[in-house]
């Protein structure tokens, strides 16, 4: 993570330590793993009465997996490696401040973890949300209400707005998984892992396989 300390000025140097039996990054409090896929995992962390989920990634995870992508020019091929779409997405998601969007807190690093600070969304993607599956049970059905569905897109939206006309970036990942819920029922846009910033207006670079 050498290079990432170097380009990000604003980089906290991560400490890990325990207090009273309870494990910290820096001074959030870790609470609870709240998911973990094959490069990250999410930790849910407590710092000022106020939660945050920490996006956490190692580097010799990252730097073992590489795809191939088609170049920007869209002519020849070049191998990327899970660290370098980790640079993307660092740079992505310090350029992006919008409240339809899962918004970069704080970024902790030192040369061989690196955690990515944001608000934690109470109910997390809409996958989860107790209200958001209709239930046929007996002559039951429940659905979600009108006006929160309405809500909600109109929410995903502006965040497509923002990102597409205000930053020019595609994100390219959309799913239920990557639209977080807040506890107030705010909507937010998450996960700019597969994000780019577009030429023309068109995106280049697209994956074409990969080698591990």
Do not use: W
């Not at 091929?77 to 310090?94: F, H, M």
């Not at 977080?180 to 023309?200: A, P, R, V």
């Amino acid at each position: 993570m050498r290079d990432i300390l170097k380009e990000y000025t604003n980089v906290t140097h991560l400490i890990m330590s325990k207090r009273e039996n309870q494990k910290y990054v820096n001074n959030y409090k870790i609470l609870k793993t709240v998911s973990e896929g094959k490069y990250s995992k999410v930790l849910l962390c407590e710092m000022g009465g106020k939660l945050y989920a920490l996006k956490k990634y190692e580097k010799k995870l990252l730097t073992k997996k590489r795809e191939f992508h088609k170049s920007s020019s869209g002519e020849g091929i070049k191998i990327i490696s899970k660290y370098d779409d980790l640079k993307k997405e660092l740079k992505i998601i310090t350029d992006i401040k919008n409240e339809y969007c899962l918004c970069c807190e704080e970024i902790i690093a030192n040369y061989d973890e690196v955690y990515i600070v944001s608000k934690y969304m109470e109910n997390e993607c809409i996958l989860k949300y107790d209200h958001f599956f209709f239930v046929l049970n007996k002559e039951e059905t429940t659905f979600v209400p009108i006006p929160v569905i309405k809500c909600m897109i109109k929410n995903v939206l502006q965040s497509f707005l923002y990102i597409h006309a205000k930053k020019n970036i595609c994100h390219r990942d959309v799913k239920p998984s990557n639209i977080l819920l807040g506890k107030n029922g705010e909507t937010k846009l998450c996960d700019f892992g597969e994000s780019q910033y577009m030429t023309n207006k068109k995106v280049f670079g697209t994956k074409v396989g990969s080698n591990t």
